[in-house]
């Protein structure tokens, strides 16, 4: 009867409170800002975690009635924990107008200072 009890009291408990996020910036304070170093030594992955999230985004355009699928670009999209931006200048450049990236960890920001990442219809 106790161990229900504890577990119901720890499923109250919401995920996100449990986040150290001193630790976890110093993890990523600690990576090295390139593909190999944003995706824990399996830099190899990177074409196809890009192709997965191509197609989540075809699935979700898919059922949309306001973005469907072609050849319209959405209008934003904003790239939260953004890391060096391999997913904003692998896909969601091309797939956008606009995209605002958000990442806390200044290494990464700087890593992508003096590069432009532009869509394939820049305005």
């Known amino acids: 009867m106790a161990d229900s009890v504890s577990n119901e ?3 109250a ?7 150290d996020h001193t630790t976890s910036l110093a993890y990523w304070s600690s990576v090295a800002p390139n593909e ?5 030594g399996y830099g190899s992955l990177s074409r196809i975690d890009l192709q997965s999230s191509a197609n ?3 699935k979700i355009r898919r ?10 670009l959405l209008p934003r999209a904003v790239d939260c924990g953004a890391g060096i ?18 990442e806390p960890v200044a290494q990464f920001v700087t890593s992508k200072s003096g590069e432009k990442i532009t869509s394939i ?3």
């Open 121 to 123: 219809n820049p305005t």
């Open 13 to 19: 408990v919401a995920p996100d409170t449990q986040i």
């Open 56 to 58: 989540f985004i075809a």
């Open 9 to 11: 009291n720890e499923s």
């Open 36 to 40: 190999n170093g944003m995706l824990g």
């Open 85 to 102: 931006g391999r997913i904003t200048q692998g896909l969601l450049a091309k797939v956008c107008d606009v995209v605002d990236l958000v």
């Open 63 to 72: 059922r949309s009635s306001v973005f469907p699928a072609g050849k319209q």
